[in-house]
């Protein structure tokens, strides 16, 4: 009877190899180890063997028994897993659409130059130590002017036209704005950190004025920061040179002549040559040559002051480039009114895939 058993046993692995399905399995258990199983059925003839061939054969029998019952369960796992993995394969799920764009046609989305532009700028800042910190659009009258050294009645507040929300708390109506400028997040940064420390931080700006080839009413800035002990302005040309090569991959003709903003002393303006008509004269720099690009200067005092920071023993560097010029220098755009203008003919230029 153990010959038989074993046999049935070398049967039964022999078919379990051809199984694919779990239902297959599942039939060739109970065709071997159910009720009226091979198994079973050579084992109802146990009740006929000596007391002596039971203990011999009982537990032989069990032990076949248990293996079947354990190759037919670690089957039944490797063909779900495979199962699984087939499902798998088939509904692959492409979030990024790229595939379906090959079979489909339809349209996929890129990055915006800005956005391409910011972030090649924050790894750049990124790789030379600073941090990118981010700043509310709607801001108040303290961190928009006055810590940056533009009292109320400084004329200097008449350069930015600003957007005022009517305020019925404040008895001049004006209290709070959209930012001009993201100089507001100079400020904040100084009041929430320990000199020395350098960051930038990029963001929308707006500013009530008509909009032509080079201006806008909404664009985009990014402001730099840098503080600590001896602080030069061989510090601020060498980050602003070197900024200014590795984004445009050569060397670009600047100059710097000085500038004027109440939050710096001295101010100056860094000019960069006009790359869309290479220095001739276009639309874009109004017929100069030259595009104003990077304002910035040594920080005054009294900006140092009220971000908490004691101008007698530290000092610092402050820039405001501006983004969208910058964006329109590297491509060569000749309107700035492109940029948000929402045309996806002009958008599809930049996809980098
Ligand atoms: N906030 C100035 C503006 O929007 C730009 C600017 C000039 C920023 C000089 C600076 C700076 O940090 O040092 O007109």
């Known amino acids: 009877m153990i010959s038989q058993l074993e046999s049935l046993y070398q049967n039964f692995l022999e078919e379990l190899k051809t199984q694919k399905t779990q239902a297959e399995i599942l039939n060739l258990k109970a065709d071997y180890i159910g009720k009226s199983g091979k198994i079973s059925e050579v084992l109802k003839n146990l009740k006929n063997l000596s007391v002596e061939e039971k203990k011999e054969v009982g537990p032989k029998a069990n032990k076949i028994k248990d293996d079947i019952a354990n190759d037919i369960a670690n089957k039944l796992q490797a063909v779900e897993i495979e199962e699984i993995n087939q499902k798998l394969a088939d509904n692959k799920i492409d979030i990024g659409l790229r595939e379906s764009v090959k079979t489909t046609g339809s349209r996929h989305g890129g990055f915006h130059p800005r956005t391409l532009i910011r972030q090649e700028i924050e790894d750049i800042f990124l790789s030379m130590g600073f ?52 100089s507001t997040i100079q400020v904040r940064g100084m009041l929430s950190r320990k000199p020395p420390f350098r960051f930038i931080a990029p963001g929308t700006v707006f500013r009530c004025e008509r909009t032509d080839a080079s201006h806008e009413m909404v664009f985009q800035q990014l402001e730099g920061m840098m503080v600590g002990e001896n602080i030069s302005v061989g510090n601020l040309i060498y980050f602003m040179k070197t900024t200014l090569k590795e984004i445009f ?105």
């Open 131 to 182: 941090d990118v910190l981010d700043g509310p659009h709607i801001e108040d009258e303290f961190h928009n002017f006055e810590a940056l050294n533009i009292p109320g009645d400084h004329p200097a507040r008449d350069m930015q036209d600003t957007f005022w929300f009517k305020d019925e708390s404040s008895p001049e109506g004006k209290k709070h704005l959209l930012r001009t400028h993201t």
């Open 249 to 353: 991959k050569k060397d670009v003709e600047v100059r710097l002549r000085p500038g004027f903003f109440p939050f710096v002393e001295p101010g100056f303006e860094l000019d960069i040559k006009c790359q869309v008509c290479g220095g001739k004269g276009c639309s874009v720099c109004k017929h100069t040559g030259w595009v104003e690009l990077l304002p910035c200067g040594m920080i005054h005092p009294n900006v140092l002051r009220a971000g908490g920071i004691d101008p007698d023993k530290y000092n610092g560097f402050a820039f405001g480039l501006g983004l969208d010029r910058l964006v329109m220098m590297k491509y060569g755009i000749d309107d700035i009114r492109h940029l948000q203008s929402g045309d996806l003919r002009f958008n599809e230029q930049f996809k980098t895939y």
